[in-house]
């Protein structure tokens, strides 16, 4: 992964990264099967003010060299004139994820999500809906797959302890839960090939989540794009940060 992303630009590699995983897996799914982008909307209001996804309906400039807030002024009629305040107001986020269905039925075989960085804040709406949407599919026997390819937030609820990793992909078959498999992978390993199940009887569809990472990130151009002269965001250790910055990726 190019840690740079996650800070800079997740929204448009998430919404690239979809679409070049979906192209990679329709010919291996034909004719049995499609791969079809989905979507939710929901209001995202937030759980702190200092969220993302919250912003100021106004903007109230300060003059130079003024750092407070002003309380009420009386007027010249002796009135209370108002204070200009900031109020929240809730984001309209929309987020993808794949379903392959067969075809003939259209019934829903898999589930395929990558995680957002709303699924992953702490008591956000975001968050709710998704933990929401994945109950109902471990209750059935859906195939579900979610990458999470974000180092920052919170990692998904799981009985068993996550070994240490930035990175995960986990593979939750409808016919074995609650078992599942975890993929984990560290900033400086290549992305795994992960298989994505179908209906029993027929075998796995490898996905090379690596090749698809570089298709995404060199046919939208990432390199072009990212601004490696910021700080990473969420920061590195150490050892991390100078292993980054060894690679010379910044381009001229």
């Known amino acids: 992964m190019d840690p740079f992303i996650e800070g800079q630009d997740w929204k448009g590699f998430d919404l690239q990264f979809i679409g070049s995983l979906q192209a990679s897996m329709a010919p291996k799914l034909h ?16 759980a702190e003010p200092e969220q993302p996804y919250i912003r100021p309906d106004v903007t109230v400039a300060e003059a130079a060299g003024e750092g407070r807030s002003r309380g009420p ?8 004139a108002p204070i200009v305040v900031t109020l929240p107001i809730p984001e309209k986020v929309t987020e993808r994820w794949l379903t392959i269905r067969r075809r003939d039925t259209r019934d829903v075989v898999a589930v395929i999500e990558v995680l957002s960085p709303g699924n992953k804040r702490s008591g956000s709406d975001g968050r709710q809906e998704y933990l929401a949407k994945r109950a109902g599919v471990l209750a059935s ?12 937030g919170l990692r998904l609820p799981t009985v068993t302890l996550l070994p240490e ?14 078992s599942a498999h975890v993929y984990p992978w560290r900033l400086r390993d290549a992305l795994p090939v992960i298989p994505i199940p179908l209906l029993e009887g027929d075998a796995d569809v490898a996905v090379d989540l690596q ?3 570089l298709d995404t990130y060199e046919r939208s151009g990432f390199q072009w794009s990212i601004d490696y002269t910021k700080p990473i965001a969420p920061p590195l250790s150490t050892a991390d940060e100078a292993w980054v910055r060894e690679l010379r990726i910044i381009r001229p």
């Open 73 to 80: 002024v009386a007027s010249a009629t002796g009135a209370v």
């Open 141 to 152: 026997q859906t195939h579900l797959v979610e990458l999470d390819l974000l180092r920052g």
């Open 211 to 213: 090749g698809i990472f």
């Open 31 to 46: 004719p049995a099967y499609v791969v079809l982008v989905e979507e939710r909307v929901y209001l995202e209001k937030g």
């Open 165 to 178: 990793a930035d990175y995960y992909a986990f593979i939750s078959r409808g016919t074995t839960r609650p």
